[in-house]
């Protein structure tokens, strides 16, 4: 909120637009990565509103450095969906 704010006396009214412009963006891709890494998530039903174990079949995954750097390790996703309480496996580069 105070960002918003400091966008709006620091920049006027168009600062102010250009914030939430940009707030609105973000969100936007951080949805749709969101998507693109939970779609397919299908299991089959064991057992009426049971479902097999998340494994990494179930979900995107590319481990690769390049896709890591560009995505801040979220090409992982699958992991955390097979082992929610595990800590993030970083990679080698991560500090």
């Known amino acids: 909120m105070w960002f918003v704010i400091g966008a709006g006396l620091l920049f006027g009214s168009a600062g102010f ?6 707030c609105a963006l973000t ?8 998507y693109v890494q939970h779609y397919g998530l299908v299991r089959k039903e064991t057992a ?4 097999e174990p998340v494994t990494a079949a179930h979900s995107w995954d590319a481990i690769e450095t390049g ?3 560009m995505m801040l390790n979220a090409p992982r996703h699958s992991d955390h969906h097979a082992h929610p309480t595990r800590p993030i496996r970083r990679c080698n580069w991560a500090i």
């Open 27 to 34: 969100q936007a891709q951080l949805m749709l990565s969101d």
């Open 17 to 22: 637009a250009s914030f939430l412009f940009l």
């Open 67 to 69: 896709s890591a750097l």
């Open 48 to 51: 009426p509103g049971e479902y």
